[in-house]
């Protein structure tokens, strides 16, 4: 099939790699220019593992091409994907002006017939809007049907993840489209759920705030561990093994970051609200998860007193592990916590240093791992990159001033690191 993607953001540019890959005709429409040229080089715009070496492939063999204009390459698709950012607006909704102003330059585009469908994470209703823009945009004689496909591939295993999903969603507006996109996506084995435009988009939110709610409920259980003097790793991995529970997304840590989770509970307790629902679970998971963020200056404060003039070495940045995605990463407001309390703060991040010298702009930044525990008071382990698992911690027990670990992601043993003669705070334990 001839598909156009609209983005090539991480959702955009990794599903349409992935469908390039499949044998399709891929077009991926961008706004930069610089950015479109870049990836006709296959030089991608983010750090995704086997990202850059799939686009490349696909460039190679000719089935996957970039451009800067719609006209080009809707007309010649069988299906155009919505995959453009939906950030947070201030007041918590998501922000859907680039989708409505895309939807306009694809519905002038269309000919023949053509199905549209959307990746980005709209709001139930949301769909609708934009099916009446195209119906009313479009050029007589041009036939569209529309549908939500929503995306559920995390940072870091993003490939993967759209290789192998859990399962695949689409909210069809009728049964010619919903059958080209069920054949569109024949060859990726996974069940698949057919239902109605606000079935779906309400289906991506929900999917996501649960998670989040899964880790607010994981740190406050570590919460509690650590007030009982039980070990939260036991209770979680203990509670996991209950199949209706499940052992994933119940790792506790300085609370879940991203462009995705923080935005999508917002924009979920906005929607209820706007509906009259005071969606109040919604509300505690986001105050849990800042909390935790808090906890950990706390922990900073108790492990050396006053923090002025302190030198803090921070592991890790971004705010998951294999990315350089700084959005809402923990790191962010930890940092700025700690440096307002007077703390001189020196970070390493194996990729996401460049990303965060733009929102950190103050702080002192280490060329390895090693150089952020030269004189230090405290290490703080904020990402669980592996390479911070495999440290040497003779090497930095030798640059340290004081011995001494808070570890957010519970990344280490605490009783080697206290047998190297360090103190140890970790999350829940
Ligand atoms: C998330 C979802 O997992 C994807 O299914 C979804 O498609 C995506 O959002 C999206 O809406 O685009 P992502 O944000 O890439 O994916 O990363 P996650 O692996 O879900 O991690 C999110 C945050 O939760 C990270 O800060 C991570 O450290 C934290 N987390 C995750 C925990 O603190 N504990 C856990 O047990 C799991």
Redesign the pocket.
Known sequence: MTITFIGHG??GLVTAAVFADLGNTVNVVGHTPEKIENLKKGIIPIFEPGLSELVKKNIDAGRLMFTLSFDKVIPEADVVFIAVGTPSTTTGDADLSTVLDVAEKIGKNLKGYTVVATKS?VPAGTNKKVQRILAESKPKGAEVSYASV?????????IS?TVNPDRIVIGASDSRAQKLLIKLHEPIKAPVVLTNFETAELI?YA??SF??L??SY??AIAKLSELLGADALKVLEGIGMDKRIGS??????????????PK?VKALITIAKDNDYAFSLLEEVENINSQMRRDVVKKARKALGELRGKKIGILGLA??PN?D?MRD??AIDIITLLVNDGAQICAFDPQAMGNAKTVLPKIEYARDMYSVADGADLLIVL??WNDFKEIDLGEIKKRMKTLSIIDT?NIYEPSEIVKAGFSYIGVGR
């Open positions: 991480y959702v994470t929503p995306e559920f591939l995390r940072e870091g295993s993003a993840d991506k999917a996501n998670l989040a899964k880790i994981a740190n994933l997304f119940l790792s506790p840590g300085p609370g879940y970051g991203g462009s995705c989770f999508d705010f998951k990315t995605d990463a923990p990402t669980d992601r």
